[in-house]
C-alpha cells in the first residue's frame, strides 16, 4: 500500500497540472499544480465541495479542457493535447446528455459508428450492452420516453460500448432520487467489475464516495487534500479540512505531552490525556488539534471514569441513532452519537452534568 | 513559438477564427445588400442633382440638405419656409402619433381579453391576431380601400341607415391613411401587450381588490403599471413603421396626401432630386434611431425598477 | 342568482376586442366575397361566380409576376436560411465574446431602418452597378430579399439552437464523432425543425415585400404584390380580389405550417 505504482499499472497519471480559466494572471486558478495517479482497473473518486475543481480536472482529462499547464498520461501516452474524439476515454454526463433523436439502442451504437467497427460487431455489442444494463425491452424507445433511472443506465452503456480504458463518470447520480440512487450505486460497483474498466468518478456526496470508491481523492480550492482509501480518509483524515468534509467530527485544541513511535499522547482541554494518532511528519510538541469522531465516544454519568466534563445541552434524536450535545466545562461543544436500540436506552436529560469517555485509538492528531 | 501560444490558446483563437467565418456569409449580405447602402446614400446627399436624376459624382453640394425644410426662389434667391416638406413632416408624425393612440385604446382591452381566456384558448385568440399579422401588407390596404370608398360598406350603411344622404369621402383623405394604418399595424401593438399581460399574476389583482380598489383604480394602479413594458413596446413597434409607411399613404392617401415614405419617393421618380431625397431619408432614419433610443433607455429604466 | 366577482374582467373590454377582431377580419372577408362576386363590379353583388379566379389564372402577367415571386423568394429564403443557421451556431451557447454585440446589431439592422429607406439606398447603389455591369437580371431582387430575409429566418434558429443541451455535441465527441460528424448526426438533425420555421418565415417575408422590390426592380420585373399595387391605380374589378384571394390562402397556410413546426418541442 505505501509503495507507489510504477508507471504501467497507472490508468490515468496526472502531474503538475494546472488549469487557469479567463487568462493569467487575473483568471480563475481551477487547478493548482495537481498530481495524482489512478490505478488500472480501480475504482477512483474525486470528491470535494462545488467549484473545488473536481470537474475541471475530469474534463481535462476527456478533452473537453486544454491544461494550462503540466501533463496528463494515459496509459504512459500524452493525450493532454488530443480532442475528445481521439482520446478511449469515455464520458456519464450529469445531464445523461442523452441524443434526443435517437433510441436507446442507436445511442448506444453512435460511439461504435462514429469508431468505423463493422455493422454486425455493433449490432452484438449493442446487444451486449443492453444486457448488461438490463435495458433489452426498451431497445427502441425514445430516450424521453424513459425514466430517468433508465437514462442512467442508457448513458453507462453507450459510455460503455465503445470499451474505453477510462470510463469518467460526472456526478451521474446526482439526478435520481435517493432510494434510485442507493440501488444505482450497486450497480455501478457490479459493472465495473464485470467489466474491469478503470472508473473515474466525480462526487459532492462523501456517503457516496466512501461506498463506492476503491481510492478516493479529496479536493478543495484547485488543491488536492488527500489520496487513500475509504477508511484511511475517514479514519485518518490528513489535515482538518478532510476531516471536517468527510462525516461529523469534533474538534478539540490539545497540546503533545509526549510522543511513542506514531502516536501521541495528548492533553484534552479539561487535563484528560488520550492517546492519539499521529500523521508522518507531523510535528511531535507543542499544540495540535484532536479531531474525535462523534460515534467514537460514549456518554457516561458524571463521576465516571471519562477524559471530558460538561453539561448536556440538546438531545437530537433522527431514528437510527441519536446525538447528545454537550457543552464542556474547558471548551466548545462536543457531539455524541449513539445508535439507538430498544432495549438500549440512555437515560439522560438536558442541562445534566455528564462525561464523555473517547474509544481507544480513536483520536487524530492534526497541524492547524 | 512565443509564450503565449499554450494549446489553450491555440483553440481558443481557433474557436474566434471559426466564429466569425461562420457568421460572415450572414454579415457580408447584410452589409452589402442593407448597411453598406445607406453610407452610399449619406454620401449622395452631399451631391449635386443631376439634371435627369442620378447625382453629379463627387460635386459637393449642400443643396440636398438644405431643401429638406427651406426652398430658394428662382428668381430672386430669397429663402422661404419649404411649407410643403414641413407639411408633410408634421402630418407624418401626427398621424404616426394617432395611428399609436388609437392602436393601444383599441389594442389594450384585446390583449387583456385575450389573456384573462382559459390557458387553451389564449393560443387561438393569439393565432388570430397572428394571420393578419402575416397577411400581406397590400392586401390589407386594399381590403381596407374597399371597406372605406364611396360604394364601400362604411358609405353604404352609412346611406341606407340615413344617417348621411350621401356618401361621406374618406378615400384619399388623411382620415383614409389614418384608418389604414391602424388596421394594418394593429397586430403589432396587440402581441407585445398580451407578451406583457400573460404574465402578468392575477394574485396582484385580488390583491388590489382585498384593498379596496375599485376596477378602475385596480386598472390604473396595478395592471397599467405592471405592462408598461409591453404597452411602451407595443408603441414602439406600431409608431416606427407608421412614421416610414409607404404602401398605405401611396394607396389610400391618393397621391396628395403624402407622408414621408412617399415624399422621398417623389424625389427619386417625378422630382429627379436624389440628394434631397437621400437626405430626407436620413432625417427619417435618425427620427426612428431617437425613437429607438428613447424607447432602450426608458425600458432599460423601468426594467430595472421592477427587478431591482 | 349571485355570481362570484369576477376579477379578470373590467367594464367594455370585452366589447373593445370584439370590435378589434370584427375589424380585423370584416375588410379581408369583404374582400374574399367580392372575389366570387359575378358582376364586374367590387362594391355591387351580381351573384356567385369563379369567373375572376379564371381570369386571374389566365392572365400571363399575373403568370409571370407570380412565378416571379415564388422565384425570388424561394433563393432569398434559401441563401438567408443557410446564412442564418451559419451564424447562428456561431453567436449561440458560447457566452458572451468580442464582437457578438456587433454582430447581433449587424444581422438585426434591416428590422431597425424603415424599409423606404433602405429601398432608396438600394435603388442609389443598384442603378449604379446595372450601368457599369449592364446585368439588369433577378440577381438584384435576389440579395435584396436575402439581406431583409436574415433577420427573420435568423430568430426562430438561434431560439431552437439556445434550447439544445450544449453537453449533446460534447457527448458526441466523446464518441468519437468528429467535429463535422457532431454537427451532421447530432446538431443538425436537432436543429431541423429551427431551420424549417425559419426558412418558411423568411419566405413569407419575401413573397410580402413590396417597397423594396417596387424600388430595385428592373423594368418588366413585376412581383405579385409590385403588380397588385400597379393595378390598384387603374379601376379595379373583381380580378385583383381573386388574386389576392389565392395569395392569402397562400400565405395562411405556410403560417399555420410554420406554427405546427415551431410548436414541435426537442
Redesign the interface.
Known sequence: MTDLPSTQELAIDVSGVSKVFGGEPGGFRALDNISVGIRNNEFFTLLGPSGCGKTTLLRLI????????GKILLHGEDI??L????RP???V???Y?????LTVAQNIA??LE??GRPAAEVRDTVDRMLALVKMEPMRDRLTNQISGGQQQRVALA??LA?SPKVLLLDEPLSALDYKLRKEMQIELKRLQNETGITFIFVTHDQEEALTMSDRIAVMSAGLIRQVGTPSEIYDRPADRFVADFIGETNFLSAEIDSVLEDHAILRLPGGGLEKAFLPKGAKTSGKVTAAIRPEHADLVPEGADGGLRGTLSNIIYSGSSTHYHVRLHDGPDFVVRTQNSPDNKLEFSVGQAVGVRVHDRCVQALED | MSASDTPARIAQRQKTRNRWLLSSPALLIVFVAAIGPLFVMLAYSFMAKGDYGGVKPWEFSTDGWFGVFFSRDIFDDTLTIADANVTIFLRSLRLSLLTTLITLAIGFPTAFFIATRPARMRDVWVFLITIPFWTNILIRTFAMQEVIRNEGIINTVLVATGITSEPVQILYTDWAILFGMTYVYLPLMVLPLYASMEKLDFRLVEAGYDLYANRIQVLRRIIIPIVKPGMIAGSILVFIPSLGAYVTPRVLGGGKNMMLGNLIELQFGAGRNWPLGAAISITLMVLVMVALLVYVRYAGRSGGQHHG | MARSFDVKTQPGFALIAAFCFAALYLPIAVLVIYAFNAGESIAVWEGFSLRWFVTAMSNTAVQEAALRSVVIAVFAASIATVAATMAALATTRQGTYPGLSFKYAVLNQPLMIPEIVTAVALLIVFSRIKVWTGYTGLGYLIAAHTAFCIPFAYLPIRARLESMDSALEAAAADLYASPWQAFRRITLPLLKPGIMAGFMLAFVISLDDVVITEFVKSGGQETLPTYMLGQLRRVVTPEINAIATVFLAFSVLIVIMFFFVNRRKA
Open positions: 476527456a478533452g473537453f479542457e486544454y491544461p494550462t499547464s493532454g493535447l480532442p475528445p474524439y481521439k476515454v469515455n464520458t454526463f450529469q445531464s446528455a442523452l441524443f434526443p433523436h453512435f460511439g462514429m469508431l453507450r459510455a465503445p
